[in-house]
């Protein structure tokens, strides 16, 4: 079974897209881009969009105690859980929460980032999902920053076959973090440069 994981550079960089640009791509109230299978919002307006309540109001992104997520899926997960059909290997969903604390840890930010998926054999190392058969967690990374952006690792669990790829990911991570700027800009050619090198890594 083989597993792409060339969406993790994607989430990565479209967290750094403003808002504005959010809404002028297929972004709906809520944060839900039907077409790209993403969500980039606020904990409360997933729970709300997920049960079918009204969006509640956006919300500033430097807000603190606001649990942020942003949430990628393959279509495979996407049939899933919108259309009734039955999972098959390698549907995933990828989450990424987020957020700045207050009082005496203002300034720091909280993040957890895990990636489940469906296999219909046992995956080595992976963590079964009660009352989910056959979803599996395959990594799930939790960790703080401070205000200068140094991390503190909370913990940090992987599947046995992700291992192979620690360096690459890696550097994609150092790439992106070099080549990009965190201002609300997105290069897209040098994006697209970027899709192209990784984009055999991960099968």
Known sequence: MKFKFLWVFLVLVLLCAPATAFAASGFDDYGYNEKARLFIGTFDNWEAFIYGQPALPAVNPSATDVL??????????????????????????????????????????????????????????????????????????????????NETEISNMQATFLEKYKGRI???????????????HVKVGLLKHILQIFQNFFR
């Not at 991570?173 to 700027?181: A, D, E, G, I, N």
Request: aromatic share 18%.
């Open 68 to 149: 942020f997520v942003e949430r990628y899926w393959n279509q495979s997960f996407d049939n899933t859980m919108f259309h009734g059909k039955d999972p098959v290997d390698g549907a995933y969903c990828a989450s990424n929460f987020h957020m700045n604390l207050s009082g005496d840890q203002l300034g720091w930010v909280w993040h957890e980032f895990f990636i489940f998926t469906y296999a219909s054999r046992p995956i080595d190392g992976a963590l079964a999902i009660p009352d989910m058969p056959g979803f599996y967690m395959i990594t799930d990374r939790v960790w703080l920053t401070d205000q200068n952006g």
């Open 170 to 184: 890696n550097t994609a991570k150092s790439l992106l973090h070099k080549q990009f700027t965190f201002k609300g």
